[in-house]
């Protein structure tokens, strides 16, 4: 299986970062706290060096805690500010902007020996999906940034003023042009940062199941009431998972359509569980 997707407008995406990034005080990248690797574009580093940068781990209420924590210890030995944060819920919205505040804090102290009392300008950048524009209304308080869960919703830049001395450019998710990790790409389509499109529903989900069989199989016992066999091939699992919760069609035909689209809501929405996809690396990794 090969998963890509580079849509067009993620080129203009990528030009539109390169010359924003000179109006900009502070990056604040979003990552999936479900795939915090995975969900990490590799080209940022290049295109943002030398400027300071927060790390926001979203979706935090869907992650294992635990892991989360591990995961904020990591980014932060790289030498990044890092927080947890869930937007859906409103949680960790002071610590956000406190965090964006201490890394601006040189420049900002700067200006002010000069009588100047600056604006700091922070960048929201991430993939698609990971909840920037849902980031950014927390922050607000009210909807001003177009907000969707499925990729692709913000196409254009937006500036977000919070309060008069701080301002949110809100930007379009960007993937990098080939993914080389298919597992990371798998990741990536399980949590949504890829259109169910790219592999089509109904075998996003047979993958999905067989990751479950292996890694948290009470995940599939608790929601979708069967005890999944480590023989049951994907095909298998959805199958059984269409019988047990009365997915069928006239003739007693498995809705297999209808089954992928609910397997992939249930665990794109946490009612599967916290369950966290990847572990930081070690050290010597």
């Keep these: 299986m090969n998963i890509q997707w580079y849509p067009g407008h993620m080129a203009k995406a990528k030009r539109m970062l390169q010359e924003s990034v000179q109006l900009t005080d502070v990056i604040i990248e979003m990552v999936d706290a479900r795939a915090p690797l995975s969900t990490r574009n590799p080209d940022f580093d290049s295109l943002f060096a030398g400027k300071p940068r927060v790390i926001v781990l979203n979706k935090a209420d869907l992650a294992d805690p635990a892991l989360t ?5 990591y980014y932060r030995s790289l030498g990044w500010d890092a ?3 869930s937007a859906n819920a409103g949680k960790g919205v002071k610590e956000a902007v406190s965090l964006v505040e201490r890394a601006t ?3 900002v102290d700067k200006m002010k020996s000069k009588g100047v009392h600056k604006t700091v300008r922070a960048m929201i950048v991430g993939i698609p999906n990971v909840g920037k524009s849902t980031f950014i209304n927390r922050l607000r308080g009210v909807t001003v940034a177009k907000a969707g869960d499925k990729p692709g919703v913000t196409r254009g830049k937006q500036w977000i003023i919070v309060n008069p001395y701080l301002e949110f450019l809100d930007t379009p998710g960007m993937l990098w042009p080939k993914i080389e990790d298919q597992t990371s790409g798998l990741y990536l389509a399980f949590i949504g940062s890829v259109r169910d499109e790219a592999i089509g529903a109904e075998a996003l989900s047979m993958h999905l199941l067989e990751y479950l069989r292996d890694n ?3 995940a599939i016992e608790t929601r979708l009431k069967f005890t999944p066999e ?3 091939s994907g095909e298998e699992l959805l199958n059984l ?3 047990k919760r009365g997915w069928l069609l006239s003739g007693g035909r498995f809705d297999t359509e209808r089954g992928a689209a609910l397997v992939l809501d249930e665990f794109r929405s946490g ?4 369950i966290t996809l990847q572990r930081p690396p070690l050290p010597e990794e």
């Design 271 to 274: 009612k599967m569980g916290k």
């Design 105 to 107: 804090k040189p420049a």
């Design 83 to 85: 927080i947890s944060f």
């Design 216 to 218: 948290f199989p009470a």
């Design 230 to 232: 480590k023989e049951c």
């Design 241 to 243: 998972a269409c019988r």
């Design 69 to 73: 924590k591990q995961w904020i210890s």
